[in-house]
């Protein structure tokens, strides 16, 4: 493949997976969860690390979640979303990395209206009260879109965010409570 110059981390999933009573979902939930999300991420990082270090610059952007940063949700989410936080933020502080051109940051988005992800099942099960939800929940009174969330992305991989380095930049509308 040559050289990989940019990683975008945007595998994700197991939000709405197990039971919403904690003891009732298997162990196996937790685990499945956090492979899925933090695992692959941590593994995808560090097969492009030394591509991107014999180029002298690379960018590594990890999709988490509003969830990693505050809290909210399933358990098993939350703890895999706030781990890719933490792991994006230890790199962007190791010096070997980082003197080599190589940046590390995270994109939290918010709700994001995604087909087959949940959103569009209840949007059609009971549109009025999908609506409800939007203007009661939701400051801008709806979701975000995957293009709204890709502008961020973009922008990190640019060479204009060369400053922006362990960053964690929440895309969510104003949804999310933590500063």
């Known amino acids: 493949m040559g050289g990989v110059d940019i990683l975008i981390n945007n595998v994700g999933g197991g939000g709405r997976w197990g039971s919403a009573v904690i003891e009732d979902s298997p162990p196996e939930v937790w685990d499945q969860v956090y492979q899925k999300n933090a695992g692959a991420a941590a593994a ?47 790199l962007a502080k190791t010096p070997y990395l980082t003197r080599d051109g190589l940046t590390f940051n995270t994109v939290a988005p918010g709700s994001i209206m995604i087909e087959n992800t949940g959103w569009a099942e209840e949007r059609d099960r009971d549109p ?52």
């Open 44 to 90: 995808f990082t560090r097969w492009a690390i030394p591509s991107m270090r014999r180029a002298k610059w690379g960018r590594v952007v990890t999709v988490a979640s509003i969830y990693g940063r505050e809290g909210g949700g399933r358990p098993w989410f939350v703890a895999a979303k706030a781990a890719q936080i933490a792991v994006m933020k230890t």
């Open 128 to 179: 009025d009260a999908f609506d409800a939800r939007l203007a009661a929940e939701f400051p801008l009174g709806r979701l975000g879109t995957p293009e709204e969330v890709a502008a961020v992305v973009l922008f990190l991989c640019s060479t204009q965010a060369s400053l922006v380095n362990g960053a964690c930049i929440t895309v969510d509308g104003g949804e999310s409570a933590a500063f």
